[in-house]
């Protein structure tokens, strides 16, 4: 088994109601995600998710120097940001593909599949 990561990407300015139409709508995803989530612990893909803060949360750090250099977030300027994520464990990339495709259903968005290098 492997490491994959799945992020789910997004728009960097969101609305009242994140990226959905509607209070209704993200109701729906939220609960679709949920679901999701029940069913990848449930198959033994479950390792961990979550979702993040918006963009404009993060603090870049530089610790190349001799002192930390600390500076408000995001690192990159994007229109498209990372809004959260599940590490999953599965057999192969065509077990991830087919989950990521899963997970987009569920939660509206974009999803991007990376293998861990393996290093760790």
């Known amino acids: 088994m492997a490491h ?3 992020s789910v990407h997004g728009p960097a300015e969101m609305e009242e109601f994140g990226s959905y139409g509607s209070k209704e709508e993200m109701e729906a ?3 679709a995600t949920g ?3 029940e069913q990848l612990k449930e198959d033994g893909y479950w390792v961990f998710a979550g979702g993040l803060e918006s ?3 993060a603090t870049v750090v530089d610790g190349r120097g001799d002192t930390p250099v600390m500076t408000d977030g995001p690192y990159l300027e994007t229109k498209e940001v990372i809004g959260g994520f599940w590490v999953i464990d599965a057999p192969d ?3 991830a593909l087919r989950l990521a495709a899963e997970g987009s259903k569920a939660c509206g968005g ?3 599949v ?3 290098d393996g290093l760790a």
Request: aromatic share 20%; net charge neutral; no cysteine.
């Open 114 to 116: 990376r293998p861990f």
């Open 4 to 6: 994959y990561l799945m």
């Open 35 to 37: 679901a999701f989530n």
């Open 110 to 112: 974009k999803v991007e």
């Open 55 to 57: 963009a404009s949360s």
């Open 29 to 31: 995803a939220f609960a």
């Open 93 to 95: 990339l065509d077990v």
